[in-house]
């Protein structure tokens, strides 16, 4: 006998409430080994084909704008991993960058995006390379530009295929992040905002997180923007001065983190104002 279409996804959605809530245990977050879950991995085939797919077009398109790039010695064009590498691909990049800017901004951007949509670690070296090559107000404008176009596609991307990842990567921390969204829903730019400012929680698992717990996309894009202006123009002005850092660390000190969790409290405090005037 066949159960009607209406009761099998009223039982779906019910057991997917249960597994959010942390009433039972999700088949792909129950078990954890060495702090990773154990279990099948998360995505369905179509879920991973579309991944898949999606990867590969950004890539081509990557691809073919590095190819339509002026001709240059590509053995340059790497992704830095340490500070020494980021000053020597400064000092090659100088001349490419004064004659060819209009090119190397394009590749610049595109790379950004890429690397932020997919989560790929070292886009704080790009940020510190833009500060270097075209000072910080300039550099400011293109970092702001890049990080909230690659937050925003890894928005939408998240929105299509990404609620199985982050279930399997942080059960625990969703939960406690949708728990918080729902509780501020009347105020949420502003916590959006302190959440940005300050480094309370990963900015990549704000990008996946953000359209699974039901944060719209303009306050998501604002939070974005104007969030992230603190800690990019700590970054970027750090670009002009590479040869006195010695690693990422140095950027982020005791007094440029309570720095930028002052500025987060002040972003925040018109809810707390609020809140004090309903209760009295």
């Known amino acids: 006998m066949t159960m009607p279409a209406s009761r099998i996804l009223t039982i779906d959605t019910a057991r997917q409430r249960d597994e959010e809530s942390g009433n039972i245990a999700s088949p792909t977050s129950e078990k954890l080994h060495d702090g990773k879950p154990e279990g099948r991995f998360p995505l369905t085939r179509w879920e991973f084909v579309a991944a898949l797919t999606i990867f590969m077009l950004f890539a081509i398109g990557l691809l073919s704008i ?15 991993h340490s500070i020494p590498d980021l000053r020597l691909l400064k000092d090659q990049l100088a001349n490419y960058t004064r004659d060819y800017t209009a090119q190397f901004i394009l590749g610049y951007c595109a790379t950004y995006i890429f690397m932020q949509t997919f989560m790929i670690p070292g886009t704080i070296f790009l940020s510190l390379l833009a500060g270097a090559l075209f000072g910080v107000t300039k550099g400011l404008a293109l970092v702001l530009f890049t990080a909230t176009a690659g937050a925003s ?6 929105k299509l295929i990404g609620r199985p990842i982050a279930f399997w990567l942080w059960p625990e921390k969703l939960r406690f992040f949708r728990a918080q969204v729902a509780q501020r829903r ?16 990963p900015n990549t698992f704000i990008n996946l997180a953000s359209p699974i717990v039901d944060v719209p ?15 990019t123009y700590i970054t970027v002005r750090a670009g002009l001065a590479l040869g006195e850092l010695r690693s990422v660390a140095d950027l982020y000190d005791s007094r440029t983190i309570a720095v930028l969790f002052f500025i987060g409290l002040v972003s925040v405090a018109p809810t707390i104002v609020s809140r004090k005037q309903t209760h009295e």
């Open 66 to 80: 590095y190819v339509t790039m002026p001709e240059a010695d590509y053995e340059i064009l790497k992704l830095p």
């Open 153 to 158: 596609s890894c928005y939408f991307l998240s």
């Open 186 to 201: 009347e105020k949420l730019l502003n916590y959006m905002l302190f959440l940005r400012i300050t480094p309370t929680l």
């Open 217 to 231: 996309y303009h306050i998501f894009f604002f939070a974005t923007f104007f969030g992230l202006i603190p800690a």
